[in-house]
């Protein structure tokens, strides 16, 4: 048990669509991040929240956004969903600023398929 | 730039016996962490073990251990004993000094035969 959940486990949503996942971090956990695993590949680096701020970005578009809550909640909202939208996501937390060694607590993710 | 090359898609091993799984890794930075993770069906990434690259000694954690080749770029997983729960995904990341992201390998299925 990571202490990190996330909902919902599976959706389901049609091309052009806009969908919000959401993920619940353990309490005192600054540090939030999210990841695309696409069928057969290892997760990719979508964004990364700490406090609240983006603390960086990979190689997606800008349709897709996040939030990160006081209450150590986030959201990844992807906008005109495609289908190479269709992954698992994953969301991750840790107690600290992003570092080398810092050591990431995983959610079971929500399985994302554009139809 | 950075890269993670795990050549082994799949591995069997049999129950109670010892398997290594490879990774490779290319970066031109001098400070760099190198971690594994497993996962299994359900999805959620578990933590294994993490080397810093500035580390002398390699990592261990119980049953896994961490063969660290600092000069040939290698980072394998070696798990001892191993058992029918660590049938798995397993996958070897990088971070970067400055960088605030996990840079993931594309994984090795493992296999354990009863």
């Known amino acids: 048990e990571t202490g990190v959940t996330q909902s919902p486990t599976h959706l389901i949503k049609t091309r052009g669509q806009q969908v919000t996942l959401r993920c619940s971090s353990q309490?005192?956990?600054?540090?939030v991040s999210w990841y695309q695993q696409a069928l057969g590949q290892g997760p990719q680096f979508i964004f990364q929240?700490?406090?609240?701020?983006?603390?960086g970005r990979g190689n997606f578009p800008p349709r897709f956004s996040g939030l990160q809550f006081p209450n150590y909640s986030s959201e990844l909202n992807v906008n005109a969903l495609e289908l190479d939208d269709s992954a698992l996501y994953l969301c991750?937390?840790?107690?600290?600023?992003?570092?080398?060694?810092?050591?990431?607590?995983f959610g079971s993710g929500t399985q994302l398929s554009v139809l | 730039a950075q890269k993670i090359t795990q050549t082994q898609p799949g591995m069997f091993v049999q129950e109670k016996e010892a398997v290594t799984l490879d990774c490779t890794y290319d970066?031109?930075?001098?400070?760099?962490?190198l971690f594994w993770y497993k996962q299994p069906s359900s999805g959620e990434m578990i933590f294994l073990i993490y080397?810093?690259?500035?580390?002398?000694q390699n990592a261990t954690e119980g049953r896994y251990s961490l063969n660290f080749q600092k000069a040939r770029k290698s980072a394998n997983l070696v798990i001892s004993a191993s058992q029918l729960g660590d049938s798995a995904m397993y996958f070897c990341?990088?971070?970067?000094?400055?960088?605030?992201?996990?840079?993931f390998g594309t994984g090795t299925r493992l296999t354990v035969i009863p």
């Open positions: 991750a937390s840790s107690p600290r600023a992003p570092d080398i060694n810092e050591k990431l607590f």
């Open positions: 929240y700490y406090r609240e701020e983006e603390n």
């Open positions: 080397q810093g690259s500035y580390d002398q």
């Open positions: 309490s005192g956990h600054n540090t």
């Open positions: 990341a990088m971070v970067r000094t400055g960088a605030n992201n996990l840079f």
């Open positions: 970066t031109s930075d001098p400070s760099y962490g």
